[in-house]
């Protein structure tokens, strides 16, 4: 499966599913967020977290990445942009340029 890569414009071909990795720590208040700024190009399907270390109950156990599973449903240019929510607030966003072309 395509990793989208944060630092430049990504193209997905039509039907294609990409996925893009962001960190989070909960016990520190760390979360993300991730949008599309056109759900009919790019849709983003659902989102799934990892631990980094399986065993959540140790010190800092609960850092890990969440993965957002995008499709790309029409042909056209679009973008995602990410959230970096600190202890409820928004530290930082970031906007990832996608195309989406004709296979």
């Known amino acids: 499966m395509l990793e989208i890569d944060p630092s430049q414009t990504n193209t997905l071909v039509l039907g294609q599913e990409a996925k893009l990795s962001l960190k989070e720590h909960g016990s520190v208040g760390i979360r993300s967020a991730a949008t599309s700024a056109d759900e009919s190009v790019l849709s983003v399907v659902r989102s799934r977290f ?4 399986p065993a959540p109950r140790n010190p800092g156990g ?3 990445t969440r ?7 029409k042909v056209g240019a679009t973008t995602i942009l990410t959230q970096r929510i600190f202890r409820g607030s928004l530290e930082k966003e970031h906007s990832i340029s996608i195309v989406v072309v004709n296979p």
């Open 67 to 73: 993965s957002y599973l995008v499709t790309a449903k």
């Open 50 to 53: 990892e631990y980094r270390n």
């Open 62 to 64: 609960d850092a890990g």
